[in-house]
């Protein structure tokens, strides 16, 4: 019944919350036998085969869960996650976009389609979605630290850096935060800083 099939979807969820994917699995697995077009266990079990590092089996099954919900925006930018993680950037980027284009303040949306676009050489583009992520959030600490490692590979060191210092402003314990920042004041030759910024990365590194 669609009761029973909703307290099964509960101790799925519960069961993935904790962390426990076998058993998060095995429920949704056991819902979509039952019901083979029920999203939720669709879209969630292509979670749960991202989260374990199967990308092949997460782009098969998230792209199905697309194809019952066009609208859901976490789907849409998962089944960019699943590109991405299969090396499938300019797979990932019409995905990352329409999820985008129906969820416009989408934080961690532009941060992913900035990462996309970085990883096809197209610096200007991501450093214009870093700017949307930063612009929407900046209180976000992770926004920053990316926006960071763009502009430093794009070779604007004095910009990433101020990018980093933004990041540990928001949370001065942000380890990778530390450790951009010892890059940028690496790349810029001012090395006693940078020595300096490494032994506070390593410091903070959990």
């Given at each position: 019944?669609?009761?029973?099939?909703?307290?099964?979807?509960?101790?799925?969820?519960?069961?993935?919350?904790?962390?426990?994917?076998?058993?998060?699995?095995?429920?949704?697995?056991?819902?979509?036998?039952v019901?083979?077009?029920?999203?939720?266990?669709?879209?969630?079990?292509?979670?749960?085969?991202?989260?374990?590092?199967?990308?092949?089996?997460?782009?098969?099954?998230?792209?199905?869960?697309?194809?019952?919900?066009?609208?859901?925006?976490?789907?849409?930018?998962?089944?960019?996650?699943?590109?991405?993680?299969?090396?499938?950037?300019?797979?990932?980027?019409?995905?990352?976009?329409?999820?985008?284009?129906?969820?416009?303040?989408?934080?961690?949306?532009?941060?992913?389609?900035?990462?996309?676009?970085?990883?096809?050489d197209?610096?200007?583009?991501?450093?214009?979605?870093?700017e949307?992520?930063?612009?929407?959030?900046?209180?976000?600490?992770?926004?920053?630290?990316?926006?960071?490692?763009?502009?430093?590979?794009?070779?604007?060191?004095?910009?990433?850096?101020?990018c980093?210092?933004?990041?540990?402003?928001?949370?001065?314990?942000?380890?990778?935060?530390?450790?951009?920042?010892?890059?940028?004041?690496?790349?810029?030759?001012?090395?006693?800083?940078?020595?300096?910024?490494?032994?506070?990365?390593?410091?903070?590194?959990?």
């Open positions: 019944t669609p009761a029973q099939l909703q307290s099964l979807l509960q101790q799925g969820i519960a069961h993935h919350r904790a962390g426990r994917l076998p058993e998060a699995l095995a429920a949704y697995t056991r819902i979509r036998a019901s083979p077009r029920h999203f939720d266990a669709m879209h969630l079990a292509g979670v749960v085969a991202l989260q374990q590092g199967r990308a092949l089996d997460a782009i098969e099954l998230l792209t199905r869960a697309r194809q019952l919900n066009p609208a859901s925006a976490p789907c849409a930018m998962r089944l960019g996650l699943a590109c991405m993680a299969a090396g499938r950037a300019p797979e990932a980027e019409p995905h990352f976009r329409a999820a985008l284009a129906q969820q416009p303040d989408f934080v961690e949306g532009w941060n992913n389609l900035a990462y996309c676009l970085k990883a096809q197209r610096l200007k583009e991501s450093v214009e979605c870093h949307r992520a930063t612009a929407l959030d900046p209180q976000n600490a992770v926004s920053w630290y990316n926006y960071g490692l763009t502009l430093s590979v794009y070779g604007r060191t004095a910009d990433a850096l101020a980093h210092d933004r990041a540990l402003a928001v949370d001065p314990n942000y380890a990778k935060a530390h450790f951009g920042r010892a890059q940028a004041l690496q790349q810029s030759y001012r090395v006693e800083e940078a020595i300096a910024a490494y032994d506070r990365f390593l410091a903070h590194e959990p």
